[in-house]
Nanobody, 113 residues
């Protein structure tokens, strides 16, 4: 069974940067389309960014130009580089293996000065 483990969350000031990581177990990571979602209290989980197995990326309008999703298949890891962070980016961030419908446990991002 594939497992996903997020890390890198924490407290960041508005305008600051943070990099999230999602480490996957198993040997099939390179074949997965992957995505980052986020969920703030009282809201539905929303798609932040996705990346196909070939590296094609898509972004939510709210984060385009500020966030960058990438993957390192040799390390079985996906990343989310978050720049120019805004208070509205505060949420629990989850990674997901779209092909398998598998989710990580989430990592909290708090934005505060």
């Amino acid at each position: 069974q594939v497992q996903l483990v997020e890390s890198g969350g924490g407290l960041v000031q508005p305008g600051g940067s943070l990099r999230l990581s999602c480490a996957a177990s198993g040997s099939a990571f390179r074949t997965y389309a992957m995505a980052w979602y986020r969920q703030a209290p009282g809201t539905q989980r929303e798609l932040v960014a996705s990346i196909t197995s070939l590296g094609t990326t898509t972004y939510a309008v709210a984060v385009k130009g500020r966030f960058t999703v990438s993957r390192d298949n040799a390390k079985n890891t996906m990343y989310l580089q978050m720049n120019s962070v805004k208070p509205e980016d505060a949420a629990v961030y989850y990674c997901c293996a779209l092909n398998r419908g598998i989710w990580g446990q989430g990592t909290q991002v708090t934005v505060s000065s």
